[in-house]
């Protein structure tokens, strides 16, 4: 059975990869798994149809049969399970590649999306300076950590698994925002995630989807 995911009908970042549905059509790639696409505008995310999918109004949804998930790290690690190719068949390196994964949305994410938040909407407050310094500190530590923990590798355990998918996903969405260029090696690690045949599908598909809205 074809799942069906949700996104954005005119997506806010106009293309460039950053709603969250591109880590889920990202692992659907990588699996070889075709998939179907409905667009949802902001108001039909808050009616009661697509409340019943994702409880908090927002995409990526998932529907598979009568499968219904939402919030795409679970969906990404949905995908993992259900086809092989993104988590390693030996139990302890499987486990370790969760891990990664829980760190990337837990650990890595909330503050610089804090920091994306400050920099889009905070601009024009008396305070911005200083809270931009605090939430930048709160980046790079995290980031700092990751860094010296990645060193020269090519990916985070071994070979490329869902934890790198998600974790360089969430290190995409800071790319030329300045911090990244502050860790070459992490620059680098989104690189190569970017250079993945299955991520440039994905990216071309969110693309398209900005392109049509806008030339209609």
Known sequence: ????????????????????????????????????????????MKEPAHLALHPFGQIPTYEEGDLALFESGAIVFHIAQRHAGLLPDDANARARAISWMFAALNTVEPPLVDREIAMREERDKSWYEARLRIVEDRARKPLGELSIRLGDAEWLDGAFNAGDLLMAAVLFRSKGSGILDEYPNLSAYVARGEARPAFKRAFDAQLAVFTAASSG
């Open 1 to 44: 059975m074809t799942p069906t995911i949700t996104a954005f009908k005119q997506s806010p970042d106009r293309g460039r990869g950053l709603a969250r549905d591109m880590r889920v059509r990202w692992a659907l790639e990588e699996v070889g798994q075709p998939y179907d696409v409905r667009l949802v505008s902001f108001r039909e």
